[in-house]
């Protein structure tokens, strides 16, 4: 009996123990899916001020006993400060002469592995002067161990690239629409 009070103790504490090591899933920070000053070509002049976020939805909660996740609102807010930052968000939304809507249709994410790549699949709609113009975007995000030795914090990282690739794109298809 008591040989397996100590088997149970020992397997209780293994557990605690990678528990402790796997740690919490945390969200995909809106900084880290924000485009850098300087990582875009300079703003084509005919967009430059012009462009607001009306509608930003799709993505998931992070459940921090599951995986990471990309919510709504992180989302909105990296798209936000990336059009700010590379020049078309307009200083007042409600006077602004393009409307960009966004859905994070799908974030595929790997189970298992030392290096993530984790794809978004995200729908622009952007409205105003024109004809509306639809852009499905889809972009590859990577993380490996060298980022990060925690699987988590591995997936977490891959999200947020994946994501800001996505926008990077967008903005670069936003760039040519007042051509």
Do not use: H
Request: net charge positive; aromatic share 6%.
């Amino acid at each position: 009996m008591r040989k397996n009070m100590i088997r149970l103790a020992a397997a209780a504490a293994a557990v605690a123990a990678l528990l402790n090591l796997a740690g919490c899933a945390t969200p995909a920070t809106p900084q880290g899916m924000t485009v850098k000053p300087g990582a875009l070509a300079p703003a084509n002049p005919k967009l430059r001020g012009q462009v607001a976020v009306a509608d930003v939805k799709g993505g998931k909660e992070t459940n921090p006993l599951w995986t990471s996740q990309v919510d709504a609102a992180g989302f909105r807010k990296a798209l936000t400060d990336s059009l700010a930052i590379s020049g078309y968000l307009a200083p007042d939304g409600a006077n602004a002469k393009y409307q960009v809507s966004a859905d994070l249709l799908a974030l595929e994410q790997p189970l298992f592995g030392l290096t993530f790549d984790v794809k978004s699949d995200v729908k622009y709609r952007v409205t105003g002067a024109g004809a509306p113009r639809t852009f499905d975007i889809k972009a590859t995000g990577t993380a490996g161990t060298s980022d990060a030795f925690v699987a988590l914090e591995r997936l977490r990282i891959a999200n947020e690239r994946s994501v800001l690739e996505n926008i990077k794109e967008f903005i670069n298809r936003l760039a040519t629409l007042a051509e």
